[in-house]
């Protein structure tokens, strides 16, 4: 694409609009605004033209103004009330100190624009300037009402600790990633790990490229409020009905809501199926030494386990491992008296599981030291004593409603 065809022809640059919908309400709650250029009838993404290192900032920028003005006039004649979300590279957002792009919207809030429904979308993405300039502009533009949404990050960059400085309105995930057979848990704990920081903040999760219907169920059971793609809504030129969709988004959600249903009941069946049986385990022992409970449980959850062990209310472990490996089940005695807890949640589950007097089923996780998917039932033995019984994955995965 020839960037001086484009800026000869500036009347054929056009903004086209990518609906995304919310789950809470089943409808388009706003629109990301994209370029295109029409050229001899062939319609042509920008995209290219401002991921271009060889075309000029200020050639870019032009552009970028250009699609600005032309998709705030559309959204002006619109009796809607929606978001407007505009990318904007943190370059080209701090081209000449960021003062134009402000000074257009607020021009159109002159003529009734309310700048809240704005959300800009700041990618970082190879930036050498001033971070802190950039900052403070992004604070100064919410004085407006503005939000914020980051888009993407330079992988170079802190990811977390830019949200952290930020604390952005809107964090947008891109899953182009679970099109790839190499997608593991490092990616699910990730967005677990996003969805606890965006809700300590208080901002919303946004998924987009949504291709397929298991991306969009992905989005959801990980805490999307909204969503985004070809699935949904491919861009277009003008605004679309925005219950257009409600009928299917409800039915879709439903199915979900049922789905997760199944789940949960299949996670307390199986966590009061441990209950009683590690109960019976324990009474039957008497518990006169930890070798004859272990050797009890290790005949009962042969196929269920692959470590056990005893700590006290502070932690401390007071028994050894008893871990299957390759050869069978086997003892690590140096393991006696190292403290867990340092583990999120450990304190907090002692007392859940003293105060109500019954065992607990853990989320999934990532082993430290096999790298397992796993699962954790703790259960308390007495007041002072806590029993810490692993998951095999074998079992999760037969059951995999545990999964």
Same mark, same amino acid.
């Given at each position: 694409m020839d960037a001086l065809d484009i800026l000869t022809d500036l009347e054929n640059v056009i903004p086209f609009f990518q609906p995304i919908f919310s789950a809470d309400e089943h409808r388009v709650i706003?629109?990301?605004?994209?370029?295109?250029?029409?050229?001899?009838?062939?319609?042509?993404?920008?995209? =290219?033209?401002?991921?271009?290192?060889?075309i000029p900032e200020e050639y870019k920028f032009e552009v970028d103004q250009l699609l600005l003005v032309k998709a705030l006039e559309k959204a002006l004649e619109s009796n809607e009330d929606f978001y407007i979300f505009l990318n904007r590279t943190a370059d080209l957002l701090m081209y000449n100190h960021g003062e134009p792009f402000l000074n257009e919207l607020l021009a159109f809030e002159k003529r009734g624009l309310n700048l809240q429904r704005i959300?800009?979308?700041?990618?970082?993405?190879?930036?050498?300037?001033?971070?802190?300039?950039?900052?403070?502009?992004?604070?100064?533009?919410?004085? +407006?009402?503005?939000? @914020?949404?980051?888009?993407? &990050?330079?992988s170079?960059?802190?990811?977390?600790?830019?949200?952290?400085?930020?604390?952005?309105?809107?964090? $947008? &995930?891109?899953?182009?990633?679970?099109?790839?057979t190499t997608t593991g848990t490092a990616f699910n704990d990730i967005l677990f790990s996003l969805s606890l920081l965006a809700r300590k903040i208080g901002a919303t999760l946004l998924f987009e490229n949504i291709e397929m219907e298991y991306q969009l169920h992905f989005a959801w059971k990980n805490g999307g409020r909204y969503y985004q793609g070809y699935y949904l809504s491919k861009p277009a030129s003008e605004f679309i009905e925005h219950d257009l969709l409600k009928d299917r988004l409800k039915e879709k959600f439903h199915d979900f809501i049922l789905y997760g249903k199944k789940r949960l009941e299949s996670f307390y069946s199986t966590s009061d199926f441990f209950q009683v049986k590690v109960q019976e385990i324990i009474l039957k022992s008497k518990k006169t030494s930890y070798e004859e409970l272990f050797e009890l449980l290790m005949k009962e959850m042969d196929?269920?386990?692959?470590?056990?062990?005893?700590?006290?209310?502070?932690?401390?472990?007071?028994?050894?491992?008893?871990? $299957?490996?390759?050869?069978g089940w086997g003892i690590q005695k140096e393991y006696i008296n190292k403290n867990w807890s340092w583990?999120? +949640?450990?304190?907090?589950? &002692?007392? $859940?599981?003293?105060?109500?007097?019954?065992?607990?089923?853990?989320?999934?996780? =990532?082993?430290?030291?096999?790298?397992?998917?796993?699962?954790?039932?703790?259960?308390?033995?007495?007041?002072?004593?806590?029993?810490? @019984?692993?998951?095999?994955?074998?079992?999760?995965?037969e059951h995999d409603d545990l999964l």
């Open positions: 706003g629109y990301e605004v994209l370029g295109r250029y029409i050229s001899e009838n062939q319609l042509t993404s920008l995209g =290219s033209f401002f991921q271009d290192d060889q959300v800009l979308e700041i990618s970082e993405q190879n930036y050498q300037g001033d971070i802190n300039q950039l900052d403070h502009l992004l604070q100064y533009y919410r004085t +407006y009402g503005i939000k @914020i949404a980051i888009a993407r &990050i330079d170079d960059s802190n990811y977390f600790d830019r949200i952290g400085q930020l604390e952005p309105d809107i964090l $947008k &995930i891109n899953l182009q990633v679970l099109k790839s196929q269920i386990a692959f470590r056990m062990y005893v700590c006290d209310e502070d932690g401390f472990q007071q028994s050894p491992n008893f871990f $299957k490996g390759k050869d583990r999120p +949640y450990f304190l907090e589950n &002692i007392f $859940k599981m003293r105060n109500e007097k019954k065992g607990i089923l853990s989320d999934l996780y =990532s082993d430290i030291e096999t790298g397992e998917t796993t699962r954790t039932f703790s259960f308390p033995m007495n007041p002072t004593e806590f029993l810490f @019984i692993d998951i095999a994955y074998n079992y999760l995965f």
